[in-house]
């Protein structure tokens, strides 16, 4: 039986997403711990408290991603729906890569420098449509990897069937 042909374009595209999407949030780490806000500056300590939040909630994703490459990794030989892998590698690449460059372009439009509680406002609200369209990406790529990983689990079920109800020649019935 011959060998089946590799298939590791998700874990090239996730891993470039998250090498890129890690580029794009190294700046606001840098700026959250050089800036130190002042106790009595709500303003600065509001962002500070969204993006810092922000933060942690995209490393725990990294962290998620880079274990999913892991399983691609480990399927990589098998017979794989290929629209369910590009779809989630797809999405995931929109979300750690597609939504923070569409966001950095849109924070160069904000006039960041007179805070007031409009600009505040303004980020909380960006902050909130960035959330929500990132969960949503994320969403789509999971029930993707799911699919994937149930119609794996079914192709392998069917292979043990295969051979335990004894399609392969029997030697036994030939001759009777």
């Not at 490459?69 to 597609?98: P, S, T």
């Not at 959330?131 to 079914?154: D, P, Q, Y």
């Not at 030697?171 to 009777?176: E, G, M, Q």
């Amino acid at each position: 039986m011959p060998k089946q042909k590799t298939f590791l374009v998700p874990v090239y595209i996730i891993v470039f997403s998250v090498l890129v999407g890690a580029a794009f949030e190294w700046p606001i780490v840098m700026s959250i711990l050089k800036n130190k806000p002042s106790a009595s500056d709500s303003f600065d300590n509001d962002l500070r408290k969204l993006f810092i939040g922000r933060l942690v909630n995209t490393a725990i994703v990294y962290i998620i991603m880079l274990a999913e490459c892991l399983v691609y990794w480990m399927i990589r030989e098998k017979r794989i729906r290929k629209d369910f892998a590009i779809g989630h590698a797809v999405a995931v690449a929109l979300a750690l890569v597609g939504i923070p460059v569409g966001f950095a372009i849109t924070y160069n439009f904000i006039d960041l420098s007179i805070p007031s509680d409009e600009t505040a406002r303004t980020i909380q609200i960006m902050n909130a449509l960035d959330s929500g369209l990132f969960k949503a990406f994320l969403i789509i790529a999971h029930i993707c990897f799911t699919l994937l990983l149930m119609n794996v689990w079914k192709s392998r079920k069917e292979k043990l069937v295969e051979i335990a109800g004894g399609d392969e020649k029997d030697i036994l019935n030939d001759h009777a």
